[in-house]
């Protein structure tokens, strides 16, 4: 299994967007709710901690 790390590098390439040019024109929390909902949407939240899944829950509204 993937590290929660390497993870979260496949779900930044998911997205439908270059990271690097969107951050010049989008605010960076809406470019970190992205990468977390593209990160639940991919990975679920089995292999986080409680205190993780609470700051996805508080960062993305849902999981």
């Known amino acids: 299994m993937s590290s929660i790390k390497e993870k979260f590098i496949e779900a930044i390439k ?6 690097d040019e969107e951050i010049l024109r989008k605010d960076t929390k809406d470019i970190l709710q992205d990468v977390v909902q593209k990160y639940v949407d991919m990975y679920g939240i089995d292999d986080l ?3 993780d899944k609470e700051c996805v829950q508080s960062l993305i509204g849902k999981i």
Do not use: C, R
């Open 14 to 19: 998911a997205l439908p967007y270059d990271i």
């Open 49 to 51: 901690s409680e205190n």
